[in-house]
């Protein structure tokens, strides 16, 4: 999942968290990643219990995703008024009132209510703590931020094996599980500070002297196709191997495999990010997605190259973060905002995929995937020449002061 650089920042004077809200707040991330995972491995069995097309089912990632964004948007706008401990708690309510409505619905319209107000509480919970773990560690923040969403990671492995092992139609208890678990979460808010160290001022103009609006644009671009291309694999790769001949234990075992690579990619690239820049870790993992997509278009190597482009879409969203602030520091909400818009692909995508597969053949699904993957590798190379990331490149080659500078206030 993802967050802004804070490593510049002082230490604060008293910390965010407590020790047990901070292990909660990884517990929170293993559940979000989790919840993110389940929707794709459940669609036989919702396909099942309503009556509904592949298209139709595609609609509970879509609700999800809608909500999530709101979920993001409005924690934003309310950080202003009310503390986080209000905040983060109204977010675990809405994601268990969610969960356990979306298991128990009597109709897939009441269904797809619930994955949408599951979706607010996860948008919260998302935003909400990655803020609260870059301004909350001064200069370890960084790693705690890894830390973070490393356990969306487990939970995003873990939800899809546990579908695989208890069966896709025993998705409710698993929801209900979330639901009490986002609940007793609740009782931890009160190692939550209530107020928050000031930000430093923004920077000025933007690197390399870059227009700020189409650098901002083309960065939409990039998170809204790489999550649209994260969420479509994470949905589909099941129905689609199920398709060429796996059996559903497999393709939920392949679907688990997938996730785990983006938790290890994320690993994997925190030395090469040293030695490599990140528009260069850019346009080799957007052109990585895109070769891997197109083998898995071949039977005998699918659940291996979905493999693959998990490892390719793990470092995009921490690695153009930082980049972005570096780029545009005179625009102290571009992060929030490209996190917010990153989701349209998140909602968008899935019943435009599952429409496709209606008219034409679940087989089809890596080659349109695959389509949207060369877009993003031709958007990073625009980035590479319009918005260079020099501070990233100082920093790296060990002066560390130009980098710190160019990151202030981000």
């Known amino acids: 999942m993802s967050a802004s650089s804070r490593a510049d920042l002082p230490e604060p004077q008293q910390p965010l968290?407590?020790?047990?809200?901070l292990v909660a707040s990884c517990v929170a991330f293993v559940v979000i990643g989790a919840l993110q995972a389940l929707y794709g491995p459940a669609i036989p069995a919702l396909r099942e219990e309503y009556g509904i097309s592949p298209a139709v089912a595609g609609f509970s990632l879509s609700a999800h995703f809608i909500g999530a964004l709101l979920g993001v948007l409005v924690y934003h706008v309310m950080r202003g008024r009310l503390n986080d401990r209000v905040l983060l708690g109204g977010s675990y309510v809405l994601m268990a009132a969610g969960a356990v409505a979306f298991a128990f619905s009597p109709s897939w319209i009441l269904a797809l209510v619930g994955t949408f107000v599951t979706g607010l509480g996860f948008g919260g919970?998302?935003?909400g703590l990655n803020q609260l773990f870059?301004?909350?560690f001064g200069n370890r923040s960084p790693a705690m931020l890894n830390l973070l969403n490393g356990h969306f990671g487990v939970g995003a492995?873990?939800?899809p094996?546990?579908?695989g092992w208890l069966g896709a139609e025993d998705y409710p208890e698993v929801f209900v599980g979330i639901g009490v678990i986002s609940l007793l979460l609740m009782v931890?808010?009160?190692?939550v500070a209530a107020r928050e160290p000031e930000p430093a001022p923004a920077g000025s103009a933007p690197a390399g002297g870059a227009r700020v609006l189409p650098v901002i644009a083309v960065f939409i671009g990039i998170y809204v196709l790489h999550v649209a291309i994260e969420t479509g694999v994470g949905g589909w790769e099941p129905t689609h191997l199920e398709a060429v001949g796996y059996g559903a234990a497999t393709a939920a075992t392949a679907t688990s495999a997938y996730w785990a690579a983006m938790t290890i990619g994320r690993f994997v690239v925190a030395p090469l990010s040293l030695r490599w820049s990140a528009p260069s870790i850019l346009t080799v993992c957007c052109a990585g997605m895109a070769g891997f997509l197109l083998l898995a278009t071949v039977p005998a190597l699918a659940p291996y190259a979905y493999f693959g482009v998990g490892l390719m879409i793990a470092p995009i969203f921490p690695t153009c973060l930082p980049w972005l602030n570096r780029a545009v520091p005179g625009v102290a909400a571009a992060g929030a905002y490209v996190i917010a818009a990153s989701m349209i692909g998140g909602v968008a995508f899935p019943p435009l995929l599952g429409a496709l597969i209606d008219t034409v053949d679940v087989k089809t699904a890596p080659l349109v995937l695959f389509a949207l993957a060369?877009?993003?590798?031709?958007l990073s190379l625009w980035l590479r020449r319009n918005a260079p990331d020099r501070g990233g490149v100082a920093a790296r080659s060990g002066t560390g002061r130009t980098d710190a500078v160019a990151t202030r206030g981000t």
């Open 17 to 21: 968290l407590t020790t047990v809200a």
């Open 374 to 378: 060369v877009v993003c590798t031709a």
């Open 134 to 136: 870059a301004i909350g």
């Open 157 to 159: 492995i873990a939800g």
């Open 161 to 163: 094996a546990l579908i």
């Open 188 to 191: 931890t808010l009160g190692g």
């Open 125 to 127: 919970i998302d935003y």
